[in-house]
T-cell receptor
Framework: GQNIDQPTEMTATEGAIVQINCTYQ??????LFWYQQHAGEAPTFLSY????GLEEKGRFSSFLSRSKGYSYLLLKELQMKDSASYLC??????????FGTGTRLQVFP | DAGVIQSPRHEVTEMGQEVTLRCKPI?????LFWYRQTMMRGLELLIY????????DSGMPEDRFSAKMPNASFSTLKIQPSEPRDSAVYFC?????????????FGPGTRLTVT
């Protein structure tokens, strides 16, 4: 079966660093995605990991450990506009994505 | 590029009525996905197509739901008859093997309310 777990909600302060964790159990792993979704909008692609290690893209970084079934999204220098839901998704060999229920992040001034 | 286009953006209908949601994928993308999003269940994959052919419809809730992709630039998701529990946001997404990560691009969604 497939199972993806991430915290439901997190809060942080503007300018701080926050780490959103994602653990997964799945067969046929073919990459892990992070998407950002602002309230009332569509998910947008943030990052992709298929090999172990850290991928950095500006203020956002994503890490993957396949042996542990674990990923995290790291957001640095938080801004108010980073308040959104962050969705972890695992891709199977069959090309479909299985999404976690998302982590709602609130950034306070 | 205009991105993935969905219509209508909002739909309010009464229980028992037929509902048709429409999607135009990004030109050149050969995969098309239909998702449903609710607060309780998150983002769920309903069905996906590759080159207009349905590949996996295991997420379609029941026979009341059907999806078609008559050509590379158009897909529909139909619910007949609709029920209040179908109320959700329905997203269409497309992807291409030429993309660096084969990531999916989502349309703006259709917010469906069944009363």
């Amino acid at each position: 079966g497939q199972n993806i777990d991430q915290p439901t909600e997190m809060t942080a302060t503007e300018g701080a660093i926050v780490q959103i964790n994602c653990t997964y159990q799945t067969s046929g792993f073919n990459g892990l995605f992070w998407y950002q979704q602002h309230a009332g909008e569509a998910p947008t692609f943030l990052s992709y990991n298929v090999l172990d290690g850290l991928e950095e893209k500006g203020r956002f970084s994503s890490f993957l450990s396949r042996s542990k079934g674990y990923s995290y999204l790291l957001l640095k220098e938080l801004q108010m506009k980073d308040s959104a839901s962050y969705l972890c998704a695992v891709r199977h060999n069959t090309d479909k994505l299985i999404f976690g229920t998302g982590t709602r992040l609130q950034v306070f001034p | 590029d205009a991105g993935v286009i969905q219509s209508p953006r909002h739909e309010v209908t009464e229980m028992g009525q037929e509902v048709t949601l429409r999607c135009k994928p990004i030109s050149g993308h050969d995969y098309l996905f239909w998702y449903r999003q609710t607060m309780m269940r998150g983002l769920e994959l309903l069905i996906y197509f590759n080159n207009n052919v349905p590949i996996d419809d295991s997420g379609m809730p029941e026979d009341r739901f059907s999806a078609k992709m008559p050509n590379a630039s158009f897909s529909t998701l139909k619910i007949q008859p609709s029920e209040p529990r179908d109320s959700a946001v329905y997203f269409c997404a497309s992807s291409s093997p030429t993309g660096p990560h084969y990531e999916q691009y989502f349309g703006p969604g259709t917010r469906l309310t069944v009363t």
